[in-house]
């Protein structure tokens, strides 16, 4: 037990954007059926470094984390209300709130994914100057937003809780307009627009 500690970690509950690491992919704890608790817990001093403190508020019971989550979920949300780089911040506040009890109407033990809307936001207020997007849900209940201009240009984003982002683009065919070409990009959320900027997304994206 010598390389056992005893910490109580804290976890940012007023900023939970920020708490968020997205260069881990164990993030995603909160979509895996593992028991937690909420008390200090023993853990290995070389486990704790650079962990998303989200990972140490854990209950005990599978019910109790869905109810953290769903929390975290709808505090984050309300947040969003006072992120005054989003100029439409009122209507995704209304739109995300329907997604979230659209997905509570379909099954009470589901939740919007927590790691893919803090995902989602970081991207918005990274890229504060795009037009309000179209907004859905996967099926894993992970945040895409969507974009459409003229000549059938179509940009999604499909935001994935590890912090990345699967992204398709949608352009006419220069040879037959009618037509479109369609191309795809992985990429971290806070790199994406730089990796498509070849296809000048940005020419109809943004207000």
């Given amino acids: ?63 109790d984390l869905l109810a953290d989550v769903e929390s975290l979920v709808k505090e984050l949300i309300n947040s969003i209300k006072n992120l005054e780089s989003i100029s439409y911040r009122d209507k995704l506040v209304n739109r995300l709130d329907v997604l979230y009890e659209n997905v509570k109407d379909e099954d009470i033990n589901d939740c919007m994914s927590l790691g893919s809307l803090r995902n989602f936001l970081k991207f918005l207020q990274i890229n504060n100057n795009l037009r309000y997007p179209m907004i859905s849900l996967s099926p894993d209940n992970n945040i895409c937003a969507s974009w459409r201009g003229e000549q059938n240009q179509v940009f999604s984003i499909h935001f994935l809780p590890s912090g990345n982002t699967n992204a398709v683009i949608a352009k006419p065919d220069y040879i037959n307009p009618e037509k479109k070409n369609w191309f795809s990009e992985t990429s971290k959320t806070d790199v994406l627009m730089k990796v498509v900027s070849r296809y000048r997304v940005t020419d109809w994206i943004t207000e």
Avoid: C, G
């Fill in 1 to 63: 037990m010598s390389d056992i500690v005893r910490e109580t970690p804290t976890t940012n509950y007023h900023n939970p954007i920020l708490s968020f690491d997205n260069n881990n992919d164990s993030n995603r704890a909160w979509d895996r059926p593992i028991e937690y608790t909420r008390y200090p817990i023993s853990i290995k001093p070389d486990w704790f470094k650079d962990k998303s403190p989200l990972l140490f508020s854990t209950p005990s019971t599978q019910t």
